[in-house]
């Protein structure tokens, strides 16, 4: 498929997916919205590759929704046009290869849902995070769903109603991100962790993230009768057979994907 939106690169069995309306900010359009989920669902059938990064081209990494779009719609209408901005959040939780996304400068209201979304974050030095859009009179009800995970109740309802931004280092320290880094040594810090991915069982990682989804939403008794299906599981594939002997062998594995 072809993109006008973003762009795709493959390289080293990552496939880096870029926010491409630099002039605009990176702001998610109708088109980049649908044209995102489009591309996450196309690298998830990727038999070559298995780990994705996000990425914003120019200044920012995305300052949220397009707001020329925003007048003369009917509520369904509405409706329809934010879940098409939105579909992206719940396409990476159902994908089994992780998804990291690479902030810099400005990760703000879908932007910053985006970031949130993702399986991992690494973001530069002097980022910015908001959830900005009660400033004009809406709210980022969508990008603070993932938020609320990370976010206890008074810290998610401060970003959703005062539309204050947050600086990477206070992200860090929330668990909203994973690392903050120097903006030069951005792109290579996330290729360096998204290696560590590529580097293990992809059978075990894509189980392993898939589990996570799950069992998040589970009643607490039901997480652990869900853990020894998934285990039980995990120990007959083939990678796990590899992995146990290369371990008593000394020697570094050679996963099959089975």
Known sequence: ????????????????????RPDQFNTFSTQMGQEMNAALLELEEDSEIRVIIIR??????????????????TPSEYQKWISQMEEMHLTIASMGKPVIAMAHRFAVAN????????????????????????????????PIIPMSYVLGKHKTLEMLLSGDMIEAEEAERLGLINKVVPAEKLEEETVAFAQKLVDKSPVAVQMGKSFYYKMIDMPFRQRFAYNSEVFGRLCTTEDAKE????????????????
Request: charged residues 25%.
């Open 111 to 142: 932007g910053a849902g985006l970031l949130a979304a993702a399986d991992f974050a690494f973001v530069a030095e002097g980022t910015k995070i908001g959830t900005t859009a009660i400033n004009v009179g809406l709210l980022c009800t969508g």
């Open 243 to 258: 992995g146990v002997n290369a371990f008593l062998e000394k020697r570094k594995p050679v996963w099959k994907g089975r």
């Open 1 to 20: 498929m072809s993109f006008e939106t973003i762009l795709i690169e493959k390289k080293d069995k990552m496939g880096f997916v870029t926010l491409n």
């Open 56 to 73: 914003g081209a120019g200044k920012v990494f995305s300052t949220g929704i397009d707001v020329s779009e925003f007048p003369e719609k």
